[in-house]
């Protein structure tokens, strides 16, 4: 009787919502509470003439921005040790160069499609037509691609790939250029490779730190749910609807070919290779969810390796190696879609002629280009690169920055699921994809730290 009692009156303990609802949460109360923030308007005008934002607006681009720096700060060491260790994993695997080549040729078919749906969208739709921009609006960007910097950038300027840059005041801001880290990575990579026994003990070094690396990550990661509010509520504070209203046919010709591609192409070329579309994106979710609140595919990176791997059943050797790959290559969103329907948006508001020869020109960039933003925040390079590939006025770039951010998230999301669907896809056709996992019951944990240097592969859910 007693036991009874005392069974009885054991407290339950609290269970938090996944990690995937938590983000939905997160979604909802950010939009409430960046309507509230945008119904409060504007504390003033400061001194220099700008818009002095109120209290909880600030609030949430603080969290927010605060959220993104903690993601950016990590990409540089996650990158390099990623990529080293990844290439030394090859080794480990059959047919390694045959496996790079066909991932990297489904990146470009890929690519191809999301493109051609971009287009296809721009030519029915008439975004350019259809927009009450002013061309007030029309201003050059401060950052441009081009195939030279492509190409010059592929140099490193040191061996990790870091710039400075003084400001005004002398203060002086770091950043980094993930194309130079790539390129640097793979060299050393290589290298392991070539000298063997006597790298272990660097890999064994690249291991530990790439572990310690992801346990920081995996901290910032959790704080994901509370990001989303404030990037969100941000967002809708800052642009509303009214930045929306005025590239209305645009906005909706982006999300179109995002949606589109998410969910029409990605399923139908699942089916084709004989997968589940429910499991793929059961066990993608946490990695697309993370994507589109942070807007960041390298920050998201890891996220996505461990679905890759852990839900979606593809052998750590060759997830390691892909998957990093694809979240600097990889965009079929930022790269394909958006400059597609953007270079005809710019064309069409100008009052521009683009010829068959002009459409096969920004196929051309979608698939061969991407890597040219391999080293920024890729879309308003990826654009500039096409425009100017193409002889379009680059002023064409400031008619749409107003509504950038709120773009970029679904942007991101499709980057990201493309990026776990192409190894997905690979490991399938080599025969080397791990279908007990992939098939296996989805629970309730949508993604799980790293607990050791290299854990054995266990199915996680989403």
């Known amino acids: 009787m007693n036991t009874s009692v005392k069974e009885q009156a054991k407290p339950t303990r609290f269970k938090l919502p996944s990690f995937g609802v938590q983000v939905l949460i997160g979604l909802v109360l950010g939009v409430v509470l960046g309507l509230v923030a945008r119904s409060m308007g ?10 002095d934002p109120n209290w909880l607006t600030e609030t949430l681009s603080t969290v927010g921005g605060t959220f993104v720096t903690l993601l950016r700060a990590v990409v540089p060491p996650l990158v390099f040790l990623a990529i080293v ?4 994993n090859l080794r480990d695997v059959t047919g390694a160069a045959r496996l790079a080549w066909k991932t990297l040729a489904w990146f470009a078919i890929t690519a191809l499609i999301a493109v051609s749906i971009g287009i296809t969208l721009g030519l029915v739709l008439q975004p350019g037509d259809h927009t009450s921009v002013t061309s007030d609006a029309a201003t050059a960007p401060g950052t441009t ?3 030279l910097d492509f190409l010059t950038g592929l140099v490193p300027a040191n061996v990790l790939g870091l710039e400075g840059s003084a400001a005004e005041d002398g203060s002086v801001s770091m950043s980094f250029n993930v194309l130079q880290i790539l390129v640097v990575a793979i060299a050393i990579g290589i290298a392991t490779l070539k000298v063997g026994e006597a790298a272990e003990p660097f890999l064994g070094f690249v291991r530990s730190a790439l572990a310690v690396v992801q346990k920081v990550l995996w901290w910032i990661i959790l704080l994901a749910p509370i990001a989303t509010i404030g990037l969100l509520g ?6 509303g609807w009214d930045a929306l209203g005025s590239l209305g046919t645009f ?10 591609v998410l969910l029409g192409v990605y399923p139908a070329l699942l089916r084709l290779n004989g997968l589940s579309v429910k499991q793929f994106f059961s066990g993608a979710w946490p990695a697309i969810s993370l994507a589109f609140v942070s807007r960041s595919s390298v920050g998201t990176m890891p996220v996505t390796e461990s679905v890759t791997e852990r839900n979606l059943g593809v052998p750590r050797a060759y997830a390691s190696f ?3 790959l694809g979240a600097t290559t990889k965009m079929d969103g930022c790269a394909s879609i958006y400059p597609a329907i953007s270079a005809i948006f710019v064309a069409q508001f100008f009052g521009l002629d683009l010829s068959v020869t002009d459409y096969l020109l920004i196929a051309f960039v979608s698939v061969i280009g991407s890597a040219a933003t391999a080293g920024v925040t890729g879309a308003t390079v990826m654009l500039t690169l096409t425009l100017s590939t193409l002889g379009l006025p680059l002023e064409g770039v400031g008619l749409l920055l107003a509504i950038d951010p709120i773009l970029d998230m679904g942007r991101t ?6 990026q776990a669907l192409v190894p997905t896809i690979v490991a399938k056709r080599e025969g080397i994809i791990d279908q007990a996992v992939y098939d296996a019951p989805r629970a309730r ?7 050791t240097v290299d854990p054995d592969p266990v199915p996680v859910s989403a």
């Open 42 to 51: 504007a504390d003033g005008v400061d001194a220099t003439g700008e818009v």
């Open 85 to 88: 260790a990844s290439i030394a």
């Open 145 to 147: 691609g081009s195939w």
């Open 234 to 239: 941000n967002a809708v504070a800052s642009y």
């Open 251 to 260: 906005t909706i010709a982006i999300y179109a070919g995002l949606l589109i």
């Open 322 to 324: 892909a998957v990093p």
């Open 413 to 418: 999301a499709v980057n990201v699921a493309g």
């Open 445 to 451: 944990t949508a993604w799980r730290e790293e607990t």
